[in-house]
Structures are given as C-alpha cells and as structure tokens.
C-alpha cells in the first residue's frame, strides 16, 4: 500500500510539473472595458442604456484574454482574441508595429485589429515584445525579440479551439518586418500579409534620419560596430530569395505614406518576383501609413487572403510563367 502511494504521489507531481513547464503562463479574461479609453468609440446611447455600435455588436462574440508566456527564461506579454463559440478555428499571430511603447498593444488593439479577424473564425494571438507593455527582456527592433513571436506558434498548442495546423501571420509597419524575418525563421506559417512594411532600412534611414539615431542605434546592439551585418538582417530586399514558395504573402501598401514609403513594397515585390514567391501586392491610393482612407477595403482583404489559405486551404498559385 505504502508503494502504491508513493507512485500515486510520484504521478501527481510529474503532472502539476508537466502543466507548468507550459509556455502560456497566464491567460486572463477581460470582462469589464467600460472604464478604457476605447470604450466611448465602441459604444452608443439607446433608450438610456448603452449598446455597442453596428459595427462593433461582434464584442459580444468574442473573447479577449491579456496573456504572459515563457520564451527564452523571460516572461512576455501579450494578448489573446477567439470566438466564444466553442469550436476549432486557424489562427492568426499579429505582429504590432513602433518601437519600445510607442505602438505598444492596447485594448483598442485586441478589440479592433484582434477582434475584427477574431469574429470572421479565427484564434488571435499578439506579442507586446520583450523589454515592451510589461514584459521582461529588451527588444532589438527586429532582433532577439523576433522569437517572441515564432514561439507563439508553439503557445498556440496551448489554447483551446486552436488549430494549430493552420496558422497565418500579420504585420503592420516593423510588424510587417518581423514577419518578413518570421517567414525565413519557421515553417509554420501558411500565409502572411504585411501592410506599410518596412523591407529596407537603408531606405528608412535615407527617409528619416531620426529612425538611426533614435530608434534603430539606440535598440540595436553594438549597431555602429556592425551597421551593415545589422541592417541586412532586418532589410528583408536583400534576401528575398530564403522566403518559402509555399506561404502566399499579401502586400499592402498607401501611396502617400510618409513613415515607410511605398516604394518599400514596390521593390519588395519585384524582388519576390525574381524569385517567384507567391504574392498579391495593392497599393491604395493617396492613403497614408495606416491606410485609413480604406479601412473597410483593407479588413476585408485581410480576411479574405486567410479564408482562401487558412480556411479554405486553396492551393498555391501557379507561379510558373504559363498561359497562351
């Protein structure tokens, strides 16, 4: 008997160690956003009682989870978006984009951008970056953080109703650069899509002086010692030959942004055009960084490049050159 109870013992205490040697250290439900600076948008008053805004009724059909998971010994946080509805869904990891807080996740971010994917059938999942909104480390603009969001691939395993099978990647900005560094990092991801992505430092830097000296010198470590190595790293034009011919990449792109000019995306595409990965470049006209001016068109486009091969799983374009 006494055999039997230490086994019984043993057997617990390897499985309270297996579930928390977990990379989702903490997901906590958001149940009250009444007192969030987001919430007056989101909202309307009808028969003195206040209702949430036609185009934000979806609330009521998601859930939204502030989250901290493990990477590399430091403690990351981040946030979560997925139906209510109890099912199986793909995925999607958004990358934000900014530098330390500037850019850092809101919940305006989980219950618009997360939200908006998250309501069409789709786990959303968002990483902060080391070192930003709390979380231990100090980010690299496109450096070591880079694994904070290839991680969330394993994360994901973790989260009920995920599907894990299917997962899609979106960056806005140096988001959009992070995923361009993601894709050559991991195999995981079946379609992408960035939008403003910076995919050339050097032309950043020629654009806005400031970025060097106050962003990219300042996050980069030993940058002035290894300028070159560091730049090419982040600058996804000089290797567009490492990205895969099965992960279908949608650029998006405003002709009159001035943070990243859209040359940006134009020569990014030739690039992947040299190389034939499949891609879909648009660029809107006289919209700015956050291609506000078409905002509708743009979520729509988004949602429709991860039903075609997330939901739908419709096959890779044929990127040989063919046809009479």
């Not at 939204?64 to 978006?81: A, C, D, P, Q, S």
């Not at 951008?113 to 979380?135: D, F, H, P, T, W």
């Not at 905002?295 to 997330?310: G, H, M, S, T």
């Amino acid at each position: 008997m006494k055999y039997i109870k230490l086994f019984l013992f043993v057997l617990l205490f390897t499985n309270c160690s297996a579930q928390k040697s977990g990379l989702l250290l903490n997901k906590r439900l958001i149940t009250d956003i009444s007192d969030t600076p987001i919430y007056p948008r989101l909202t309307k008053q009808e028969k003195e009682q206040t209702t949430w805004k036609d185009a934000y009724k979806y609330m009521d059909s998601i859930e939204m989870y502030h989250i901290t998971y493990l990477n590399e010994g430091l403690k990351i946080n981040g946030y979560l978006v997925k139906p209510k509805r109890k099912g199986t869904y793909p995925c999607v990891i958004y990358n934000r984009g900014g530098n330390r807080e500037f850019g850092s996740l809101k919940i305006a971010h989980a219950a618009i951008i997360l939200g908006q994917i998250a309501k069409e059938g789709y786990v959303v999942i968002a990483s902060q970056y080391r070192g930003n909104g709390g979380s231990e480390g100090k980010e690299e603009f496109g450096g070591s953080e880079v694994s904070d969001i290839t991680i969330l691939t394993e994360v994901l395993k973790e989260v009920e109703g995920a599907n894990t099978s299917k997962i899609g990647m979106y960056g806005w900005s140096r988001g959009g650069m992070m995923t361009y560094i993601a894709l050559t990092k991991t195999d995981k991801i079946k379609a992408a899509v960035v939008g403003g992505a910076i995919s050339d430092n050097y032309k950043i830097i020629r654009d806005r002086p400031d970025m060097e000296t106050a962003v990219i010198a300042e996050l980069i470590p030993n940058y002035y010692k290894n300028k070159k190595l560091e730049l090419d790293k982040r600058s996804a034009i000089k290797w567009a030959n490492k990205f895969s011919k099965k992960v279908p990449i949608l650029i998006l792109h405003g002709n009159a942004d001035w943070r990243v000019k859209p040359e940006q995306s134009l020569r990014m595409a030739l690039e992947f055009e040299k190389y034939r990965i499949p891609y879909r470049l648009i660029i809107f006209e006289g919209a700015d960084h956050g291609i506000s001016e078409h905002e509708k068109e743009v979520d729509a486009q988004v949602i429709n490049w991860f039903n075609r091969y997330l939901k739908n799983e419709e096959a890779i374009p044929n990127m040989e050159y063919h046809g009479r």
